[in-house]
């Protein structure tokens, strides 16, 4: 199952629900700032976020504000819109 449909995807390393934004394991060699993502579990939509911050291997992405009850979890799966 080594094939990527549509999106580069990644996954939740890290979430802050105070602050309302995940940490992924995609760097900037993936995305950049402005980006968004999806945040999926079991093939459904959790959640979307824009990228804030981009580092060699991870990101920091905020929850779009309609999607800020969202209950993202580490492990969940991330795609790149």
Partial sequence: SGSQPDGLRGRVVSDD???????????????????????????????????????????AASLLPE????SVQVNDQVRIL
């Fill in 17 to 59: 629900t105070n602050w309302r934004f995940v940490v992924i394991n995609l760097g900037w060699d993936a995305v950049k700032i402005g980006d968004t993502v999806s945040i999926l579990r079991n093939g459904r939509v959790l959640a979307k976020a824009r990228i804030e911050r981009v580092q060699e291997g991870v990101a």
């Fill in 67 to 70: 999607w800020e009850d969202a």
